[in-house]
């Protein structure tokens, strides 16, 4: 399995590309990447980050990877920099994705009902285009409110669903409880195990692990409880190890989960 992971390089605070790597890899494909900003830290509790779009580069990495040419299995996206780099991995979907090849999107756009630092309504509305051409979605429940306008997470669910086959919200509190939402011809949810507190980064673990697990065959619900079993057994670790959560998740003794689960593969 080939997969192309689209996502910044944030240079400390685990996640986006330094995470897709070691857990994509952990599901055993082979990755290549495609950075869509360099950044000393990722924007979330940090301060005075440096951030250097790579748009340009971008445009001529894919000119030259054309001249090879490379194709993917799984193409996934995450944090994109600007409106224009979001039509950019349109484009990069039409000419990289082989014809039975999987698109999955994580329309990152916030946490905690709040957007990201540089993301307001009109990157929302650009975002939710590019989540009509994905196969799986990934948002967190503030991401689903931000491209539905609807804070339950049923309805929410329900409003993706008419544009994307496999919407998944990866967890949402509600008056029964904490779950993960997912549609599959109809909505279903399974439950989550809740960890007070907020994890930088748990979203991107999940992500990336959800895209191994997916692109390498396993079946929808197979995937979501496996990957829901390595981001909780990573939760946990990090609750303890890591005094401060900004610097995200500590997975990596957890990677074991998916190398296992890839082993007869
Ligand atoms: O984890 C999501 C993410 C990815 N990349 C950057 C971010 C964030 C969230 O804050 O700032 C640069």
Redesign the pocket.
């Known amino acids: 399995m080939r997969v192309l992971a689209i ?2 390089i ?1 240079c400390a605070g685990k ?2 590309l330094t995470v897709a790597l070691p857990v994509l890899s952990a599901c055993g494909a082979t990755v290549d990447i495609l950075p869509t ?1 360099l ?1 000393s830290t ?3 509790g940090f301060t005075g980050y440096t951030f250097l779009p790579l748009d340009d580069e971008m445009e001529k990495i894919c000119a030259h990877w054309e001249t090879l040419p490379l194709k993917y299995d799984v193409i996934c996206s ?2 994109l920099g600007s409106r224009s780099q979001i039509e950019f991995v349109k484009s990069v979907k039409q000419r990289f994705l082989k014809p039975d090849g999987i698109f999955v999107v994580d329309p ?1 756009l916030g ?1 905690n009902f709040k957007f ?2 540089g993301f307001d309504e009109a990157f929302a509305a650009q975002m939710r285009t590019l989540c009509g051409l994905a196969d799986y979605i990934l948002p967190n429940d503030t991401e689903s409110f931000l491209l539905t306008g609807e804070k339950d997470p049923e309805k929410a669910l329900s409003a993706l669903a008419k544009i994307c086959p496999h919407p998944i919200i990866t967890g949402a509190d509600t008056a029964e409880g904490y779950f993960l939402y997912y549609y599959d011809g109809e909505n279903k949810k399974i439950p989550l195990r809740k960890v007070e507190g907020s994890f ?2 748990a ?2 673990v999940f992500a990336s692990a959800f895209a191994g697990c997916i692109g390498g065959g396993m079946p929808l619900k197979d995937a979501l409880t496996l990957c829901i079993e390595f981001c909780y057994r990573s939760i946990l670790r990090t609750q303890t190890e890591v005094p401060d959560k900004k610097y995200g998740m500590n997975y990596e003794k957890e990677l074991f989960i998916l190398t296992d689960a890839f082993k007869s593969l």
Request: hydrophobic share 15%; charged share 20%; glycine share 20%.
């Open positions: 996502n910044d944030s996640c986006s900003a950044l990722h924007t979330g995450g944090y990152v946490d990201y630092k930088h980064g979203g991107d």
